[in-house]
């Protein structure tokens, strides 16, 4: 038996009492982080946003 595992977003209060989210691949690699938001709600508009948003992103070169 196979067992796929898929990417999650993960939500959790920070040290400072604050939401954030993480994004982790199927292997469980951190491969995105939020910033901090004051209520879960805000959190979780912001996981919307990257799922509507991310698809549509183009990707571009920046100096350092």
Avoid at 21 to 32: D, H, P, Q, S, T
Avoid at 38 to 61: D, F, H, L, Q
Wanted: aromatic share 6%; net charge positive.
């Amino acid at each position: 038996m196979v067992i796929l595992l898929a990417p999650k977003f993960e939500m959790y209060t920070d040290k400072a009492g604050k939401c954030r989210w993480r994004l982790k691949a199927a292997n469980g690699e951190v491969i995105a982080t939020s910033e901090a938001y004051e209520s879960e709600a805000s959190c979780k508009n912001g996981i919307a946003s990257v799922k509507k948003n991310a698809p549509i992103a183009e990707t571009v070169m920046v100096d350092k």
